[in-house]
């Protein structure tokens, strides 16, 4: 069970030790041995929703009777604890639920993953799905709160519709509004018009009709929300994962500061752009960068190496993956070289299972993309000849 | 003391918790119980730094007698132990020097600073000088060992003086090489010939004279490192903070993701780009969404709302400081206006000491730039007409 608790460590700071330094404006908190995380039961939750702005419940197991997982547990609170600290003055209460012993009080509430983060504001409960440390739940819980300071006064009528949706989907999908008609020139953006920018295109999409009502916006933005190039992460990393595409992912691993890791990137923007009316594609990017401690872990479980641009399908259920290959160093595929290859992938021609049943007979089954041969492109496969 | 051990957490991580998703591709390392990291004496220190591409060593001091220190010094070794099994095929070492036991082989070693991390490869020593977290220190070894990647074969002799260049510098300065025409072409880069970008500059400095030494380049490197505006990263936030000029940084906060942010570092970088002959001038840029943990204590210390951009400078002795007044919603300043307040910075007109002459006296004693008055303008202050 040491096995698991050490597991939590994975991003353990041990930043006091450089704090000897003379020099001033780079402390990290230490904690100051004040409890702040409440133990939310039946007597108390109602008073805890009223008190804050912001109350930011965990939902647990009971406290395990093992050594090794109370540490574990130990740790949980331990984040909590600090990221309250570090929020203090933001009018933000923290608590944990027990499942067991406040069962009642989780089903009130409607806590129902054990294990999850849940953030009450007002009348919504978001459920926070990403990477459970202090930095990344305070980062996340600073969006969630800085979204409240946005409130502009007086605020016309159409305006309230807007501002009642963006409470929807916030943090996650940010909203912005302008009174300002310079401003509204410089994005092309008339008059109680509502713009959806999706990540990485240029051109924004008008929502129709108008006025908008609070719904017609919820829905519009809801049908858009899965962008055609979307980018991995901490702070909803697992809840992208869960949104697969029929059990498999197209991913793409691309360092935006390595040179071709950004000339790999500009190349799926154009793609993304020139399929973004195409509601069966969604890339996952993933910047090995952001995730240090997960690099090595896909270098093993999909054969890759992630100095290097990649491009492949991952099946979600067992992570069985087939990767275009790039091993060329010359050049990266070109955009029209890359929409070959979704194409492919959409239509199943290039698939995980197939991968498992050549895997003998040949190095890389599925790759074409050669710079000087063409035979290595099958000559069986039909062109589909709607590019 | 046990507010000590409890700073360490801030960037603990309890991910295990969502591991019980049914979806394969994103499991964080669970520690295995091996032991890694080598207890380093006289007797094994040869053998190690033999036997290992790269050994990293931490210089500590001896095992405390506290309990709350222990701890501290149990999850130093964890987030090692975690770095080592994580890089594990990296051939990478890890061990631990003890300042007292051990003050013989320190000293054989070249340690010197207690508490600091140093990374031996070949006959080369780095100091890594940043947040000592295992998601940074995993990412800063990554980035040491892929520059192993990048030899090529054959290798003409000039382009050895560079390679052995890049060793000293490696990896906090990136070194890379084309031996392709086109790649040569596009990049306006002459046969032989070494550029160097600085960061956010758009035409890179060419490297007088031809051929090269690696003298030559490190010399060059070395002056040019400072930049005129460069972004603190953890990998080495200390380093960058203690190379202050003169006991101040102008440091701006912009988030890149927000669209005020964005504007201001574009119109930074519009000012690094007037000004990048001047040797004079660094602006720390930091971008609050990388330093989750920081932001609040940042706005307590500098008094200042960092969901909107500022600027300002720091005196790192007693991080006092002051900063342009940018509360006007309407407008961020222009480069112009930006220059103006870097001018009187760097001439000493803006300072931090005569902030707390006129603390009581005026609300904001060095904000000029708004945008309706004129007269907010010192009418004594002298123009210099140098721009």
Request: proline fraction near 5%; charge should be negative.
């Amino acid at each position: 069970m040491l096995q698991i608790w050490l597991s939590l460590l994975s991003g353990l700071c041990l930043r006091l030790v450089f704090l000897c330094s003379a020099e001033e404006g780079l402390e990290f908190p230490n904690f100051d041995g004040k409890d702040r995380v409440l133990d939310i039961n039946e007597r108390n939750y109602k008073k805890a929703l009223k008190r804050y702005d912001l109350l930011c419940l965990f939902y647990h197991e009971p406290l395990p009777a093992n050594k090794g997982l109370q540490k574990r547990f130990q740790m949980t609170e331990l984040v909590l604890e600090l990221t309250a600290q570090v929020l203090e003055d933001k009018d933000i209460g923290f608590g944990m639920v027990d499942s067991q012993k406040d069962s009642k009080v989780a089903k009130k509430l409607g806590l129902e993953e054990v294990g999850s983060l849940y953030v009450f504001k007002d009348d919504r409960v978001i459920e926070f799905d990403g990477e459970l440390s202090a930095d990344t739940l305070v980062e996340f819980l600073l969006d969630v709160i800085c979204h409240q300071c946005l409130s502009v006064s007086p605020v016309p009528s159409d305006f309230k519709a807007f501002q009642e949706a963006s409470e929807r989907f916030q943090p996650y999908i940010k909203f912005f509004a302008t009174f300002d008609k310079s401003v509204a020139k410089h994005l092309s953006l008339k008059m109680n018009e509502v713009n959806f920018y999706e990540p990485f295109m240029e051109e924004p999409a008008i929502l129709p009709g108008r006025p908008l009502s609070e719904m017609d916006i919820v829905e519009f933005v809801t049908q858009h929300r899965r962008a055609t190039l979307r980018k991995l992460r901490a702070e909803n990393m697992f809840e992208t994962w869960e949104d697969d595409m029929d059990g498999i992912h197209i991913v793409a691993f691309a360092e935006e500061e390595d040179p071709d890791g950004y000339e790999f990137l500009e190349i799926l923007k154009d793609v993304a752009r020139d399929n973004t009316n195409n509601p069966e594609l969604s890339i996952v990017w993933i910047d090995p960068d952001d995730f240090p401690l997960l690099t090595t872990y896909w270098e093993k479980t999909f054969k890759l190496d992630l100095f290097r641009p990649q491009i492949g399908v991952v099946n979600v259920t067992d992570a069985d993956s087939v990767w275009l290959d790039m091993s060329n160093d010359e050049d990266l595929p070109t955009a029209e070289e890359l929409e070959d290859w979704i194409e492919d992938v959409l239509s199943g021609r290039v698939n995980t299972e197939d991968d498992d049943e050549f895997a003998d007979d040949q190095d890389n089954p599925d790759s074409y993309i050669t710079e000087d041969s063409d035979e290595s492109r099958d000559p069986d496969e039909e062109d589909d000849g709607d590019d």
